[in-house]
């Protein structure tokens, strides 16, 4: 089999890649290791910036967050036991945030990558990346007990943290990372959404919440935990009383319970892969970078480095211009740092830590004071929540 663009992994960076390319008229084929079923069942982002609706909407499947999105103006922090409302549409000059779902916004890529008739190779085994560097890129795969090629002219990696893009060159990368000493327990519950126009982001003395959704019946909440705690210790009753706990006594009493759909617990961490070009093969998405899931950035950071992506692609088969792929690395980076700082930020801001002494503490405090009272200070949360431009050259 022969393609343009090999693309590893099928989670919102391959799908959305996918359907930029086919869009410009590139072909693509797309190898993924797990089911369509498996890839939807992952319960993870539910904030969208602008730029990643605007790129649904570039690729022609717009219309599933614009009917089932829920459009935010403000987000809330909640400390010391009292709300405090951020208009992150004030502040920026009318940008706003959107709720919807990664499981939505993966099944709508899903749908219009099946009506386009393109190639997905669900449950393709050792997939491999080959001569990236020389002059017949290609990767291999195993599917129904045959081993396949995929010729191709370009490899992007869209294969996630545990992917074997960025393994397969392991000795040419430099890796920064983070590890936060807590987790994030998180459920989902069809019950109507505490707080359906802001998103709710709590520090307490217990620790860390966050009221969220996925629709006006359907709930998305978190709570800090210990790294250690399995979800089995944690009943439904058990997480509604410790989110009561967390909030302030308005919100704890407006809570609406019911049983919960999903329960999982992720450990928070910041990582990222330097660079992200190895010859004609591209690291895109969580496949280079992770960042704590405070700030609602990995999704739209994976938007970014496809929008890059694409252009870059693009330009190459329309203009057989290089430039936009040499700079492809250089440019995704500098928006991952800006993203990393930000969510390294909030999660230093808004969590316990363990080993936070009397100073850390009052210093936590006094920022979040700051924070609500100094509207420069608010402005730079709402900037970098919003999200921060893209820049195309
Ligand atoms: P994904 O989604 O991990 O998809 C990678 C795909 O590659 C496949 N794969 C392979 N395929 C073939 N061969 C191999 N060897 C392969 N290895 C892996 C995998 O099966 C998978 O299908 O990466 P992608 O596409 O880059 O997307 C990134 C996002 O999923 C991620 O950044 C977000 O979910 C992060 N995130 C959030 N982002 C936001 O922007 N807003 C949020 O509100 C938000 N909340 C979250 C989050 C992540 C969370 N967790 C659990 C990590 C909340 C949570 C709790
Ligand atoms: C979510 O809805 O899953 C969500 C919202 C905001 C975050 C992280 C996750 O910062």
Same mark, same amino acid.
């Given at each position: 089999?022969?393609?343009?663009?090999?693309?590893?992994?099928?989670?919102?960076?391959?799908?959305?890649?996918?359907?930029?390319?086919?869009?410009?008229?590139?072909?693509?084929?797309?190898?993924?290791?797990?089911?369509?079923?498996?890839?939807?069942?992952?319960?993870?982002?539910?904030?969208?910036?602008?730029?990643?609706?605007?790129?649904?909407?570039?690729?022609?499947?717009?219309?599933?967050?614009?009917?089932?999105?829920?459009?935010?103006?403000?987000?809330?922090?909640?400390?010391?036991?009292?709300?405090?409302?951020?208009?992150?549409?004030?502040?920026?000059?009318?940008?706003?945030?959107?709720?919807?779902?990664?499981?939505?916004?993966?099944?709508?890529?899903?749908?219009?990558?099946?009506?386009?008739?393109?190639?997905?190779?669900?449950?393709?085994?050792?997939?491999?990346?080959?001569?990236?560097?020389?002059?017949?890129?290609?990767?291999?795969?195993?599917?129904?007990?045959?081993?396949?090629?995929?010729?191709?002219?370009?490899?992007?990696?869209?294969?996630?943290?545990?992917?074997?893009?960025?393994?397969?060159?392991?000795?040419?990368?430099?890796?920064?990372?983070?590890?936060?000493?807590?987790?994030?327990?998180?459920?989902?519950?069809?019950?109507?959404?505490?707080?359906?126009?802001?998103?709710?982001?709590?520090?307490?003395?217990?620790?860390?919440?966050?009221?969220?959704?996925?629709?006006?019946?359907?709930?998305?909440?978190?709570?800090?935990?210990?790294?250690?705690?399995?979800?089995?210790?944690?009943?439904?009753?058990?997480?509604?009383?410790?989110?009561?706990?967390?909030?302030?006594?308005?919100?704890?009493?407006?809570?609406?319970?019911?049983?919960?759909?999903?329960?999982?617990?992720?450990?928070?961490?910041?990582?990222?892969?330097?660079?992200?070009?190895?010859?004609?093969?591209?690291?895109?998405?969580?496949?280079? +970078?992770?960042? %704590?899931? /405070?700030?609602?950035? *990995?999704?739209?950071?994976?938007?970014?480095?496809?929008? !890059? #992506?694409? $252009?870059?692609?693009?330009?190459?088969?329309?203009?057989?211009?290089?430039?936009?792929?040499?700079?492809?690395?250089?440019?995704?980076?500098?928006?991952?740092?800006?993203?990393?700082?930000?969510?390294?930020?909030?999660?230093?801001?808004? +969590?316990?830590? %363990?080993? /936070?002494?009397?100073? *850390?503490?009052?210093?936590?405090?006094?920022?979040?004071? !700051? #924070?609500? $009272?100094?509207?420069?200070?608010?402005?730079?949360?709402?900037?970098?929540?919003?999200?921060?431009?893209?820049?195309?050259?």
């Amino acid at each position: 089999m022969r393609t343009q663009v090999a693309i590893i992994g099928a989670g919102p960076s391959g799908l959305l890649l996918g359907q930029l390319l086919h869009k410009a008229g590139i072909d693509n084929v797309i190898l993924e290791r797990q089911t369509g079923d498996y890839v939807l069942g992952r319960i993870r982002a539910g904030i969208l910036e602008q730029i990643t609706v605007d790129l649904l909407h570039e690729a022609g499947v717009g219309a599933g967050v614009d009917a089932g999105g829920t459009v935010h103006h403000s987000i809330e922090l909640v400390f010391a036991g009292t709300r405090h409302p951020i208009d992150v549409h004030g502040l920026t000059g009318g940008k706003v945030v959107t709720a919807y779902g990664q499981t939505e916004l993966t099944r709508d890529l899903m749908q219009a990558r099946a009506a386009a008739g393109l190639t997905t190779v669900y449950e393709a085994a050792n997939v491999t990346p080959l001569d990236f560097d020389g002059h017949q890129p290609r990767v291999t795969y195993e599917k129904d007990g045959q081993t396949h090629t995929l010729d191709c002219d370009f490899i992007a990696g869209c294969d996630g943290y545990h992917g074997v893009s960025r393994a397969s060159v392991k000795d040419s990368i430099t890796e920064y990372e983070r590890h936060y000493p807590f987790g994030w327990l998180g459920v989902l519950a069809d019950v109507p959404p505490v707080s359906p126009h802001a998103i709710v982001y709590g520090n307490s003395e217990r620790g860390f919440s966050l009221c969220s959704m996925r629709s006006l019946t359907r709930s998305r909440y978190y709570v800090q935990c210990p790294l250690d705690d399995k979800v089995e210790d944690w009943s439904d009753q058990r997480f509604w009383d410790e989110l009561r706990r967390r909030l302030d006594p308005a919100l704890a009493e407006a809570i609406v319970t019911g049983p919960t759909i999903e329960k999982s617990i992720a450990p928070l961490r910041s990582f990222v892969a330097e660079p992200m070009r190895f010859g004609r093969l591209f690291l895109a998405g969580d496949a280079a +970078h992770i960042v %704590p899931p /405070t700030g609602a950035k *990995g999704l739209n950071l994976a938007s970014s480095d496809v929008k !890059y #992506l694409s $252009s870059a692609l693009i330009e190459y088969f329309r203009d057989k211009s290089p430039a936009a792929i040499d700079t492809y690395s250089e440019r995704c980076l500098r928006r991952v740092w800006k993203a990393e700082r930000f969510s390294w930020w909030l999660t230093s801001l808004l +969590h316990r830590f %363990p080993d /936070t002494q009397g100073f *850390g503490q009052k210093i936590q405090e006094a920022e979040l004071d !700051y #924070l609500v $009272s100094s509207v420069a200070a608010s402005t730079t949360l709402a900037e970098n929540y919003v999200g921060l431009p893209l820049e195309l050259r």
